[in-house]
């Protein structure tokens, strides 16, 4: 299978962002991120930056036709953009769905079993068509055969699952006549005709308020589709400030900001959100989250099985997590209600291994090893490695290591204790005998009696 090569970081995932607001790091030549800066509290982000791992759900009227259209098979949540798809045929979808296997709890199930502890739906992608009952626009599953609150459903068996749940909601609005700019295929068919984006704002401002104070506890307002040259840096700081004042502990992304080439001081935002890249040295300093498809498609694709193996997904959520951040892990559901069976497979692989290994990835800070043959995680006293490449004489160096551990032993086996030795230069590494405890990603426990300290 060929192997992927990431996206290189998107606008997102390398914008300096800087957790004080004392802190200000500035992009090149004061493009869109010059200088952006977070005031995540750091109680409303405490769960989030506990749970590591969360599941993304791309799902609305765009997985009914799975990626295919006029023969074409390569599309997915963007299909009635990209094949040009007038807006009047796309809304006829709305009398196609009908997801009479979609069971919430289900979902919930597979996503706790993977050891995700939150869960992001689109509630509306840029398609504009709403998942949830929005009592702003009949373009919403009120108007399906299926009628039922998909949001409501969720949100109830996330609740029961003991997971957060969150909502992914689009700036861009192919469907809202207020919102512009149009597609640039439909001008014609689709003229302005007298619209204006401010006047969308009261549409946007209303349906987030609807999501953030009808449906329970919501964790993330996951904002996206904030590019276009329509959307500002005033409108993007109004946004976060609905949030804020609609549901105030609610953790928001950084995707609210409008890219106009501001100059501005303050920039809205808890969260950075680098998209199919996990960055190299993570992004020290702020909170992030990676959110990544499993094979190519954020929306249903029928055709598109090329899906990351187990063992690569669970090197993504360690890498992840040993450089401080979220894996946010999408599945595009079909459109009658379950997941493809390559993405059940996956979830449960993921579950297998952290059942054994989870404690390794929840709660977790970034590796204290500057540079290590294996990744790592930090948890108080305690050190995790994380060992994918057994080595046949057990010989593992623990480079830069000062701290003696007071116990060395295996996630897997615990009653197994890798030995402690130190070198005539007083360096310290261990000697781990036998067979790897893990086919894919062995997890080896270092505790301490204070916090460890690892140097250059
Ligand atoms: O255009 C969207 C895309 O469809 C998908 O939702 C991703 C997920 O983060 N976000 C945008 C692309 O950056």
Redesign the pocket.
């Known amino acids: 299978m060929k192997r992927r090569n990431f996206v290189a970081a ?1 606008a997102y995932g390398l914008g300096a962002m800087a957790l004080n607001p004392l802190l200000r790091m500035h992009g090149e030549g004061g493009g869109m991120w010059a200088t952006t800066v977070f005031h995540p509290a750091a109680e409303r982000m405490a769960w989030w930056r506990e749970a590591r791992f969360g599941l993304f759900l ?1 799902w609305g009227l765009y997985s009914i036709l799975a990626g295919e259209w006029m023969g074409r098979t390569d599309y997915a ?2 299909i009635r953009n990209n094949a040009h798809i007038p807006i009047d045929t796309y809304d006829r979808l709305v009398g196609r769905f009908n997801p009479v296997k979609f069971d919430a709890d289900a979902w919930a199930g597979m996503a706790k079993g993977a050891g995700m502890k939150y869960v992001t739906l689109t509630t509306k ?2 398609d504009g068509f709403c998942l949830f009952d929005n009592p702003l626009t009949d373009f919403c599953v009120r108007s399906t055969p299926f009628r039922r609150d998909i949001c409501t459903e969720l949100n109830a068996a996330t609740e029961r699952a003991g997971l957060r749940q969150c909502w992914y909601h689009s700036v861009m609005d192919w469907h809202h006549f207020e919102y512009l700019p149009r597609r640039d295929w439909e001008a014609e068919t689709r003229a302005v005709g007298g619209a204006h984006i401010a006047n969308y704002l009261p549409y946007l401002h209303g349906s987030v308020r609807h999501l953030l104070t009808k449906y329970g506890d919501i964790g993330v307002m996951w904002f ?2 904030n590019w276009e040259g329509t959307w500002t840096h005033d409108m993007g700081m109004e946004l976060y400030d609905v949030c804020r004042q609609a549901k105030p502990d609610v953790i928001v992304n950084n995707r609210t900001e409008g890219w106009s080439q501001s100059v501005a001081t303050r920039h809205p935002g808890d969260f950075s959100t680098p ?1 199919q890249t996990i960055p190299a040295t993570g992004l020290p300093g702020v909170d992030w989250e990676s ?1 990544i498809t499993m094979n190519h498609n ?1 929306g249903y694709n029928a055709h598109d099985h090329d899906f990351k193996s187990v063992p690569e997904l669970i090197g993504m959520l360690v890498d992840t997590a040993s450089k401080g951040g979220n894996l946010l892990l999408n599945v595009g559901p079909m459109a009658d209600g379950t997941f493809p069976a390559e993405s059940v497979d996956r979830l449960a692989g993921m579950g297998k291994w952290m059942q054994v290994n989870g404690d390794a990835i929840h709660g977790t800070t970034a590796s204290l090893f500057a540079k290590s043959p294996f990744r790592s995680t930090t948890k108080g006293n305690r050190i995790n490695l994380f060992v994918t490449d057994w080595p046949a004489d057990g010989a593992l160096p623990l480079p830069g290591l000062r701290t003696r551990p007071r116990s060395v032993s295996l996630a897997a086996q615990p009653d197994r204790h890798p030995t402690l030795n130190t070198d005539a230069t007083g360096a310290m590494g261990l000697t781990a005998l036998g067979a790897a405890p893990d086919p894919v990603c062995s997890v080896i426990v270092l505790d301490f009696d204070r916090p460890p300290v690892v140097g250059a």
């Open positions: 998107g791309h949540e963007w992608h840029h996206d589709g998209e959110c954020w």
